[in-house]
């Protein structure tokens, strides 16, 4: 992956809490996926997040790079530092437009619009409720 862009000024608003930002973003990643990333750390730098550390699992560099980067602030993520076991398949990655729901993003990549739970699973850390995605939001689309 190393580069995923994101739009800036969408995602959830961690910033200005009177954290800095390196900490909100690696508390979010530690809490929606704890003890998956060994070593882990995160950088800051003008709209940049730079993620390094070794995760048990591709799916979760990528959680991790989703999470980080769906946040209000947060342009691109480079996760070159960040070792993961290579993936089996190759994930897709869609980001939300205006007027979309799980099912119809569903329906575009399985050809069915029941299939949308598949896209939930997949994003859980990124989705709370399937009901409330956001355009600009980034998610993962896997391989069925």
Known sequence: MSVLNFIKDVGSNLFGKGKKEEDAIKDLVNKDLPGKIENFAVDFKSGVVTLTGSCDSHATKEKAVLL??????????????????????????????KGDTLSKIAKHFYGSGSKYPVIFEANREVIKNPDLIYPGQVVRIPKI
Request: aromatic fraction near 6%.
């Open 68 to 97: 980080a980067g769906n946040v209000k602030g947060v342009e691109s993520v480079d996760d070159s530092g960040l070792e993961a076991p290579e993936p089996e398949e190759t994930t897709e990655f869609y980001t939300i437009q």
